[in-house]
């Protein structure tokens, strides 16, 4: 019987950035709300596994978690750093979502041994943190991103951004290329903005199954992205597995998956890709989130596949990892 310890930040009672709505970010109920969604998908998949034990981090705002697995809290005064690596010790394997936002990710994954962390490894966690590095990243691979519009002609919107910022907290479109840079020169001192060009088109995401063979695209889902009076740009979720696969953009997205695992090699398990589908250009990335997002929730069933298991293979052998017939749960 293997152990495996499922973190995920928002629920276990961690906290990040940009939980007010008033700076482009969500609710921290609705945050919250999100975190335990993506947690309980995981457990749910878990649990359909033979021989596997599942112990799920909580908090008093989140405490119930599917039945037959174990909850578990931090200690009194507990940091949540100690509290993961407290507990990857006492398990076979450790799978953690938790924002990039102040490199909380990458905190989290030195907090674990390697061949215990179901995810990315630490170079992809830090480059893909960076909004800026990452698109550098992706231009070298000749893969299409905002700068591609830089100077162009149709560009008549930009965005201002924390450059490892989650999601669309504190994102706020401009008008001009002008008042985004003072926007982002009145960013904290210690804080690196992106400035970069507003890609029109239609705002979707991207599942991937990442292993050291290949980048499988899961699933092409629509994002829920909205832009109020003020410029504030903020997400309200996500609609999964929206293109049917003889979709012709299925296709073109699928050889971008496979692009983009190539770019960064390092990329493991369940990572999810903003795009934008660009009316003339095809795809265009945003950014890439090195782990689940919450697209994972409903994807499992939505395929007719088990993705726990296949996140777990991506990591090494899948000996133990039959499904088993799924047991009830709260």
């Given at each position: 019987?293997?152990?495996?310890?499922?973190?995920?930040?928002?629920?276990?009672?961690?906290?990040?950035?940009?939980?007010?709505?008033?700076?482009?970010g969500?609710?921290?109920?609705?945050?919250?709300?999100?975190?335990?969604?993506m947690?309980?998908?995981?457990?749910?998949?878990?649990?359909?596994?033979?021989?596997?034990?599942?112990?799920?981090?909580?908090?008093?705002?989140a405490?119930?978690?599917?039945?037959?697995?174990?909850?578990?809290v931090?200690?009194?005064g507990?940091?949540?750093?100690?509290?993961?690596?407290?507990?990857?010790?006492?398990?076979?394997?450790a799978?953690?979502?938790?924002?990039?936002?102040?490199?909380l990710?990458?905190?989290?994954g030195?907090?674990?041994?390697?061949?215990?962390?179901?995810?990315?490894?630490?170079p992809?966690i830090?480059l893909?943190?960076?909004?800026r590095?990452?698109l550098?990243?992706?231009?070298?691979?000749?893969?299409?991103?905002?700068?591609?519009?830089?100077?162009?002609?149709?560009?008549?919107?930009?965005?201002?951004?924390?450059?490892?910022g989650?999601?669309a907290?504190a994102?706020?479109?401009?008008?001009?290329l002008?008042?985004?840079?003072?926007?982002?020169?009145?960013?904290?001192?210690?804080?690196?903005?992106?400035?970069?060009p507003?890609?029109?088109?239609?705002?979707?995401?991207?599942?991937?199954?990442?292993?050291?063979?290949d980048?499988?695209?899961?699933?092409?889902?629509?994002?829920?992205?909205?832009?109020?009076?003020?410029?504030?740009?903020?997400?309200?979720g996500?609609?999964?597995?929206?293109m049917?696969?003889?979709?012709?953009?299925?296709?073109?997205?699928?050889?971008?998956?496979?692009r983009?695992?190539?770019?960064?090699?390092g990329?493991?398990?369940?990572?999810?890709?903003?795009?934008?589908?660009?009316?003339?250009?095809?795809?265009?990335?945003?950014?890439?989130?090195?782990?689940?997002?919450?697209?994972?929730?409903?994807?499992?069933?939505?395929?007719?596949?088990?993705?726990?298991?296949?996140?777990?293979?991506?990591?090494?052998p899948?000996?133990?990892?039959?499904e088993?017939?799924?047991?009830?749960?709260?």
């Amino acid at each position: 019987m293997k152990r495996i310890f499922v973190y995920e930040h928002l629920s276990a009672g961690g906290e990040m950035a940009g939980e007010s709505s008033a700076d482009g970010g969500i609710e921290a109920d609705a945050l919250l709300a999100m975190g335990q969604q993506m947690r309980d998908a995981i457990v749910l998949d878990l649990l359909g596994l033979k021989n596997y034990d599942v112990t799920v981090a909580t908090c008093k705002r989140a405490s119930q978690v599917p039945r037959p697995a174990h909850a578990v809290v931090a200690r009194e005064g507990e940091s949540a750093f100690e509290f993961v690596a407290r507990q990857s010790q006492a398990h076979d394997m450790a799978w953690v979502v938790a924002p990039e936002t102040d490199g909380l990710l990458s905190r989290f994954g030195q907090c674990v041994a390697r061949d215990r962390w179901l995810g990315c490894d630490g170079p992809s966690i830090a480059l893909t943190t960076s909004k800026r590095r990452t698109l550098s990243r992706l231009a070298l691979a000749g893969i299409a991103t905002p700068r591609d519009f830089e100077g162009a002609t149709e560009t008549c919107c930009w965005v201002a951004k924390p450059d490892d910022g989650a999601g669309a907290t504190a994102t706020r479109l401009h008008r001009t290329l002008a008042s985004a840079v003072i926007a982002s020169r009145c960013a904290p001192a210690n804080a690196a903005w992106e400035v970069e060009p507003w890609v029109e088109g239609t705002a979707l995401s991207l599942s991937m199954l990442c292993s050291q063979a290949d980048a499988e695209l899961l699933s092409v889902n629509r994002q829920q992205v909205a832009i109020d009076a003020h410029g504030v740009v903020s997400f309200h979720g996500v609609e999964v597995n929206v293109m049917a696969r003889a979709d012709p953009r299925f296709a073109t997205m699928g050889a971008l998956a496979e692009r983009i695992g190539r770019a960064i090699p390092g990329l493991r398990g369940f990572v999810g890709v903003d795009v934008v589908w660009h009316a003339q250009r095809g795809p265009v990335v945003i950014e890439i989130n090195p782990r689940v997002t919450c697209a994972y929730a409903g994807l499992s069933a939505a395929l007719g596949r088990n993705l726990a298991r296949e996140v777990i293979a991506a990591h090494g052998p899948a000996d133990a990892c039959a499904e088993a017939p799924r047991v009830a749960h709260a």
